[in-house]
């Protein structure tokens, strides 16, 4: 056996690919596969092209590009598995190798390394991007472009995802973003909280309502400074290192705070840094720390439920209300009920569950920037299944959804009628806190 076959194997988890038995019950969860219908955009199908990678059968990498690179990573597959096939670490794995060995072009390349290891990391280039957000809104600019019809003309559909932005705030207000908001009443938790790089440049009033009611359910919350990229987009697109490398920042930067928990409100972040402990388990020097540091990982809406909720919340007027699950909140951290128990704790809404709730909405991180028109036909098959709802508010715990929801009522021109909001927005509300 040649030596690059063992480098093949190695590099792309050839060992975990033979737990598949070919069974194919992932395959009525995988939406890539019931979209495109085809088995090599199935889990089994992309599992099987990795393992024949590794058995010498494909040697041209070149064939697994276009269906691994149209996987969502939503991991429903994992989920539905029943002989435990590790499939995120496969996906990645085969990512990474991939991306090892391919030639970019000197723009995807310079496009990836500004973006990837200049501006994601980078709290001040995140800052940068949110102040400037906020400075296009208040100058007109926005207005002038969405008149001109100029935003249309922006690539990858920009245009589009700039329609469903919420309004960002002020610079002044950026900097005043406490770093320590104590707990109102008796504490309960010391909590540190993660602010993630889109959410905190794009979403930032969420994180503060997030801060609001964690110190309101009777948390003691920091907001440590020295925090950046949970690294789950790094890992998605085959940089490895990055994301390791981003890990370590953080777990070092959590290391100053004796926190009971490390809270996100971002199911996608959230998986990642449940994951820190997987990540760097062969790195001798942190991977007993970053053990630890997945243990104290937590959704927000856990933790508002161990606090007991709320005493008191503003009922709705008979709102009906849908929740759209994030897959890696489901597939990977397995948080599914706290959400719904929050929601079922304000009184006056009627929560109905729409068919496929835990079927990926598309979004994906950059996957419906970058896989448009596959997203696009995912999207449309939810949205089919929320209007059956009739519901007036669609619920998100992820950015990248929240998005991705808002897309789907402004294409389905359902905008007077129905709203997307993430669950902290909706629960803020409730309490009777604003920002
Ligand atoms: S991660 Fe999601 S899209 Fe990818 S193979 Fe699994 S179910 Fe399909
Ligand atoms: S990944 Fe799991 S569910 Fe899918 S075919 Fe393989 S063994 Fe069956």
Redesign the pocket.
Known sequence: MSETIEQLRKEFQYDKTK?????????PVCPTYLSMGKETHS??GR?NLVKMVGEGKITDLSVLEEPLDLCLGCRA?ET????G?E?GTILESARAALVKRKKFSLPVRLVRNTMLKKVFPSRGMMNFTGNSYWLYEKTGLQKIMRKTGAMKKLPFHLGEFEATMSSGVSPKKRSQFETFVKAKGKRKYTIAFFTGCIMDAMFRKINELSVQLLAEAGCDVYVVKKQTCCGALHAHAGEMDDSKNLAKQNIAAFEDIEADYVVNNAGGCGAMLNEYGHLLKDDSEWAEKAEIFSSKSKDISQILVACGGFRSLKPRENERVTYQRSCHMTNVQKVTKEPVQLLNSIPGIELVEMKDANMCCGSAGIYNIVNYDESIKILDEKMKHMKATKATVIITTNPGCLIQMKLGIERENLSSTVKALHLIEYLAEAVGISN
Do not use: D, F, N, S
């Open positions: 737990q598949c038995v070919q069974c194919g019950y992932c395959l889990p089994r599992i597959c539905a598995c029943p002989t096939v499939y």
